[in-house]
């Protein structure tokens, strides 16, 4: 009965207030009357408070007002600015690795197909989930077009619902080429899932936009070195290599 006396005052007053002010999402400080202590009270029905923008802010120059706008970027610009950031280009790339060569930066999503010019020619990649990076060094033992696909039995261990067994074609998650890697169980190939490409999504294989991987297809032959920097390689010469055209 005590302790129903002594927090009377105090829920009595929450409830008054939850009545009078029901869009107080600062919260409202009280006071324990046994121990004089203040605390800070949130009602259950008070708007929560955003944690920051859901979207980052960018700034342009307003020439007809003369002055730096803060706005806020849509959803359609987030999307067209990752897919320019991993669009196709010619970059510079001052390297001793040979003409010819595959150099796969997991950490940045990026592939470079390293040209005679000291220039080079990066994609975007979409790369092994955590879990399922690697790196080290093979060589491109096999190339397919809209090759078929048979899932590992690790895979569909994990994923029971996989076919044993898919032809190739616009459906299928290797897409409309593929680089075999060595003895290994990973590959380069396309995807039909162009959304996944600036991400780490996959079991370990390098994923590239099927229009890129046609191109990337055309360029390399059978014994092409592939140098693929997975976590905890040292990315300092593939830092100095590149340079602005």
Not at 43 to 65: I, L, M, N, V
Not at 204 to 219: F, H, K, P, Q
Request: glycine share 10%; aromatic share 10%.
């Amino acid at each position: 009965m005590r302790a129903k006396s002594i927090l009377s005052p105090v829920l009595g007053f929450i409830a008054m207030v939850a009545l009078a002010a029901p869009t107080m999402a600062a919260g409202l400080q009280l006071t324990d009357p046994r121990t004089g202590e203040a605390f800070t009270y949130r009602p259950s029905f008070a708007p929560r408070e955003r944690q920051g923008p859901e979207r980052p802010q960018y700034r342009f120059f307003d020439t007809s007002k003369k002055e730096w706008v803060t706005y806020q970027a849509s959803r359609e610009e987030m999307r067209e600015r990752h897919r320019m950031k991993f669009a196709r280009a010619y970059v510079g790339f001052n390297t001793s690795e040979p003409a010819g060569t595959i150099i796969v930066d997991t950490a940045g999503r990026y592939l470079y197909h390293v040209n005679r010019d000291g220039t080079a020619v990066r994609y975007g990649i979409g790369v092994g989930r955590e879990g399922f990076t690697w790196s080290g060094v093979e060589r491109i033992t096999r190339k397919a077009e809209w090759p078929d696909w048979r899932p590992p039995a690790e895979m569909r261990a994990r994923q029971p619902g996989l076919p044993e067994w898919m032809p190739g074609g616009p459906e299928n998650p290797l897409g409309a080429r593929a680089l075999y890697l060595g003895s290994t169980l990973y590959r380069i190939h396309g995807t039909h899932e162009d959304e996944t490409i600036g991400y780490a999504v996959s079991s370990g294989c390098i994923r590239m936009l099927n229009e890129d991987v046609v191109d990337l297809y055309s360029r390399v032959k059978v014994g092409t070195e592939v140098v693929v920097l997975g976590p905890g390689s040292d990315r300092s010469g593939l830092m100095a290599a590149l340079n602005p055209l």
